[in-house]
């Protein structure tokens, strides 16, 4: 397959959403990270994100829409606490799952009678789903498992000929997949972390907001995900990787230890550490820092902890656990 590079001028992003509304596959910037987008509502098309991605057809996408009142063709009803957080959030790096209509093909939510629904602050992602005309399913457009793209470069990295057209944006701002918020239970609860905060949500739902208690433990393989990233690896570099966790002298003394070692044992050795305060640059840098290991093919990357007591260093460390395959060494 011919994949088009196409500059985000407005007639490009004409053209793309002419090949969203046909079927195809486009890869487009948001705030977050890239999305791989097809129109939600067409099973097939759908089905070639999963088959473009090696992705598994139980891991539910994220839908996204232009405008906020568009969620009414996804969901049967609207709650007070959807319209607050509406209100409040969107366009941004929320996703709230709710409730789906029947028009939301099975396909699109991994076999859930829930969607996940968001609208991206991001010009080209809205300019793209409005003349579409379509809501835009649209998982991270990287092959699965790898780490998730923040640049147009490590979309072509992965997608080159899997894919009708990548929309070249710039950097994302955000660097980490949006914050997963289920709506369908008594309590919201968050099943995947990300830059709004629970502390956020609770402020504008004036009510407490639980975190799955699957973001404390290794994933469960033999249950179904109710969001993007809960079940399967993911983010994981070519390299082994460890993340060192305790004080900090102490991790950074055990990071030069390690390096060491494997240096004299004629490994190349990659280290990722954040100042200690640092997590809105950790989650904007770390995708884009596993992806340069990748490039330089690096036998091994040593990363320090971050504070998860803090809400968008717990999104990070999310992501960094994963990435390591859970392979922690405390100090």
């Not at 011919?2 to 948001?30: H, M, S, W, Y």
């Not at 067409?42 to 994220?62: F, L, Q, T």
């Not at 396909?107 to 992602?125: C, I, K, Q, Y």
């Not at 989650?283 to 290991?293: K, N, P, T, V």
């Amino acid at each position: 397959m011919e994949t088009k590079i196409l500059d985000t001028t407005k007639q490009n992003i004409e053209k793309a959403a002419i090949i969203i509304r046909q079927g195809g596959l486009v890869a487009f910037p948001t705030e977050t990270v890239y999305g791989l987008g097809a129109d939600a509502l067409n099973p097939e098309a759908v089905g070639r994100i999963y088959e473009a991605k090696g992705r598994p057809s139980d891991n539910p996408m994220i839908v996204h829409i232009a405008r906020a009142s568009d969620i009414g063709q996804l969901t049967p009803f609207i709650t007070q606490d959807m319209i607050a957080l509406i209100d409040h959030f969107w366009p941004g790096p929320l996703t709230l799952v709710v409730k789906k209509k029947a028009a939301v093909p099975l396909r699109t939510t991994g076999g859930l009678e829930t969607v996940a629904v968001r609208m991206p602050d991001h010009p080209v992602a809205l300019e793209l789903i409005r003349i579409a005309g379509v809501p835009i399913a649209a998982p991270s457009a990287n092959l699965s498992g790898k780490p998730s793209p923040t640049q147009a470069e490590h979309v072509k990295e992965d997608l080159m000929g899997k894919v009708d057209a990548i929309l070249m944006g710039g950097d994302c701002r955000v660097g980490i997949e949006s914050t997963v918020l289920d709506l369908t239970g008594e309590t919201p609860m968050i099943l995947r972390p990300g830059i709004v905060t629970p502390e956020s949500i609770e402020a504008v739902l004036n009510k407490p907001v639980k975190l799955d208690p699957s973001l404390n433990a290794v994933p469960n393989q033999d249950v179904a995900p109710k969001a993007p990233g809960m079940k399967y690896k993911h983010y994981a570099p070519k390299a082994q990787m460890l993340v060192v966790e305790g004080r900090r002298e102490k991790v950074k003394e055990e990071i030069e230890r390690l390096r060491g070692l494997n240096e004299n044992l004629g490994n190349k050795v990659g280290v990722i550490l954040f100042e200690e305060k640092a997590f809105v640059e950790a989650a904007h840098d770390f995708f884009a820092q596993l992806r340069e290991m990748d490039k330089d093919d690096v036998d091994l990357i040593l990363a320090g902890a971050l504070s998860d007591t803090d809400s968008v260093g717990f999104a990070v460390m999310n992501r960094m656990l994963k990435s390591a395959g859970y392979n922690i060494v405390r100090v």
